[in-house]
């Protein structure tokens, strides 16, 4: 492992950011309160925003910067500020079946590892058939250097249009059960409707 | 003295720099990185980071209910008339070509994906807002012991 990373300085930061993430992690487990969960959620986020930066995916990076730390700690910290602000204590068997359970899963993974094609593989089926023709075909088709922005706009336009439609149905979910005015419950105890 | 005096200063020079990287991240998202979507979510953190620091009902003048709620219909709206606009035009549903008669530079398709990006950022904006909106309406603000 030495030798892989002095040959490449990079994976020194890779192996960095995923023992943090694993240290936050452990961290978030062992705690009680739920104001040092929250924050530490934020900073698993962002070390997970940097490592995806240091794997080239610069818009994933910053999508989980500004969505996983920034709005998810903002409403998670609103949705703690209305119920408690420390987790009641867990019992042993929960937390040794809920370990059980994260060791299986993970486990699976490792053995599905081997069947993945290398990182960055250009023999890989992502990057081998469609993806390929929409490299080749978007200079000439839509005349935008970002070819994922082509994709995402004017190729899969329609696609886009539903994905829109359906944050905009979460919206009104949201608008409809909790409503916006944020109307506090009245004092003299009628309730708020 | 405020308690805050640090962080009031702070975010008051962030959030215009905020808001204006997530509209740089909209409209060059034809060259780099970024869309509609990561610049709705950027320019909805700004106005979250003020809801935070100066409360939400502050928030609330500054960017009031009812445009949030607008927003995220007219957001739709945009992006489907884009698409009505290209029919009417003589194309197909959101076929941009035929936005723009300059079509030896693609004028249609970057102006096409432009506007169904405002689409996108104006939903995205709008939502986000709208669920903080929804959340911290109903919290009390935080304690300044607890900061």
Redesign the interface.
């Known amino acids: 492992m030495i030798d892989m990373i002095v040959t490449d300085p990079t994976l020194l930061i890779e192996y960095t950011l995923m023992a943090m993430l694993l240290a936050v992690g452990v961290a978030i487990v062992r705690l009680r309160d739920l ?1 040092a969960v929250v924050m530490l959620l934020g900073v698993y986020s962002l070390l997970s925003a940097a490592w995806f930066v240091s794997l080239d995916a ?2 994933v990076g ?2 989980e910067a ?2 996983g730390a ?2 998810s700690t ?2 998670l ?3 703690m ?2 119920t408690a602000r420390s987790a009641e204590p867990v019992s042993a068997i929960r937390h040794w079946s809920a370990f059980a359970v994260a060791l299986a899963g993970g486990a699976a993974l490792f053995y599905a590892i081997g069947d993945m094609p290398a990182f960055g593989d250009p023999d890989a089926p992502a990057n081998a058939y469609v993806g390929l023709q929409y490299l080749e075909r978007t200079q000439a ?6 070819v ?3 994709v ?3 190729y899969r ?2 696609d ?2 539903g994905e ?2 359906v ?2 149905a ?3 979910g ?2 409809l ?8 419950p009245r004092k003299d105890g009628e309730g708020e409707e | 003295m405020n308690p805050h005096m640090v962080l009031r200063v702070v975010s008051k020079l962030l959030i215009p720099i905020i808001i204006v990287f997530g509209l740089y ?1 909209h409209f060059h ?10 610049a709705g ?2 320019v ?2 700004g106005v ?2 003020y809801a ?1 620091i100066y409360g ?1 009902e502050e928030a609330r003048r500054a960017v009031p ?1 009812w445009t ?2 607008a927003g ?2 007219l ?2 709206l945009v ?2 008339g884009v ?1 009505v606009a290209s029919w009417i035009l003589g194309g197909n ?2 076929e ?1 070509e035929v936005l723009h008669p300059d079509t030896a ?2 004028a249609g ?2 102006l ?2 432009i506007l ?2 405002i ?2 950022l104006l ?2 904006f ?3 807002l ?11 603000d ?1 304690p300044d012991e ?1 900061w």
């Open positions: 104001f610069l818009d910053f999508t500004a969505v920034g709005i903002l409403l910290l609103a949705a500020l209305l088709d839509i005349g935008v250097p970002n994922v922005t082509a995402l706009a004017s336009g329609f886009t249009l829109v439609v944050i905009f979460a919206g009104l949201v608008m059960l909790l409503g916006m005015g944020g109307r506090k | 991240v998202g034809d060259y780099s990185p970024g869309g509609g979507f990561q979510v950027l909805a953190v979250m980071l935070l939400v209910p949030v709620r995220a219909a957001g739709v992006f489907a698409g549903y959101l941009y530079y693609k398709q970057h096409g994906i169904v990006e689409g996108v939903t995205v709008s939502v986000i709208a669920i903080f909106y929804a959340f911290a309406g109903r919290a009390p935080i607890e």
